[in-house]
């Protein structure tokens, strides 16, 4: 069993695939950094070693299984830093635990009972995206399967709904749905806002909406926050359109962390009020 993720507000950033390892020490160099400056806070790196789900057989997948997990190791060793990456298959679930702190679960494969089992008994902490085509409520299964198959450290990823027509939506009572499993809930803001095949062979993306919708959703009291950051999303192989420039990441968790502090001052606030019944005013009728 692997050391559980600490109950400390989450985040989980990094470049969508692994590019290069440069571009990776890069973003990570930025996220040490980070970490130094709010220990309060657990960031995670996070990037591919494969995107099975692009939009065209064209389109960059990533660097492969060996050396996406050989340039996360580096990372995780140079920078001391936690990480997670997706798996698409039950037989890459123990190769890449042995690697990294998390295993992610792609959106699409949620539901995917061989692929939860196998990552469950690893002893990692697995984070499943919510599929876009499913109901927070019905987040409780994938959580009963994990549960059963010995997981105990479990997030779920809200990255909204799917409607058609290239738009996600964010029905916020997906948060506090989600976390009634027991599990912790983190939001992603950048696949949030994701256009799903706009631009024909590709996603597009509407960036500007990432940190209105991430205040939002850390308002609303979500465990932690999921957004893919690069150096320069234009020239990013995948998801540049819904990235976050590496140079506003620092402002972003700022902001949210001010956002986290109000909150959590407000509830504490309404924890501690006392309602007094009164009698009905008689009615002068």
Not at 27 to 54: G, Y
Not at 77 to 85: D, S
Not at 257 to 262: D, K, P, T
Request: with cysteine.
């Amino acid at each position: 069993m692997k050391m559980k993720i600490p109950n400390n507000f989450i985040l989980i950033t990094g470049p969508c695939s692994i590019e290069s390892y440069d571009i990776c020490a890069t973003v990570a160099e930025k996220l040490a950094l980070l970490q130094q400056q709010h220990p309060e806070v657990t960031i995670v790196f996070k990037s591919s070693f494969d995107k099975a789900n692009r939009s065209s057989i064209n389109s960059f997948r990533g660097v492969g299984l060996e050396k996406g997990l050989e340039v996360l190791s580096t990372i995780k060793k140079e920078f001391n830093l936690l990480a997670v990456t997706d798996i698409h298959e039950p037989s890459q679930a123990k190769p890449v635990a042995e690697v990294v702190d998390i295993l992610q679960i792609p959106a699409f494969l949620c539901r995917q009972t061989d692929l939860l089992v196998a990552a469950a008994e690893t002893g990692c902490t697995v984070n499943v995206k919510k599929g876009q085509f499913i109901s927070p409520w019905q987040t409780q299964n994938i959580v009963d399967k994990l549960q059963a198959s010995g997981c105990q450290d479990i997030f779920l990823t809200e990255r909204g709904s799917s409607f058609g027509y290239h738009n996600m939506v964010v029905d916020f009572r997906s948060l506090p749905v989600m976390a009634a499993t027991g599990a912790r809930v983190i939001y992603d803001a950048g696949h949030s806002v994701q256009l799903p095949g706009a631009m024909g062979t590709q996603s597009g993306g509407q960036a500007e909406f990432i940190q209105p919708l991430a205040r939002a959703a850390v308002a609303v009291g979500c465990n932690g926050v999921f957004i893919e950051a690069h150096p320069n999303p234009a020239e990013a192989k995948s998801d540049g359109a819904n990235s976050l420039p590496l140079a506003e990441l620092s402002g972003f968790l700022e902001t949210l962390l001010r956002i986290r502090e109000v909150t959590n001052s407000c509830v504490e606030t309404q924890k501690n009020v006392v309602v007094e019944e009164k009698p009905l005013a008689k009615s002068s009728y």
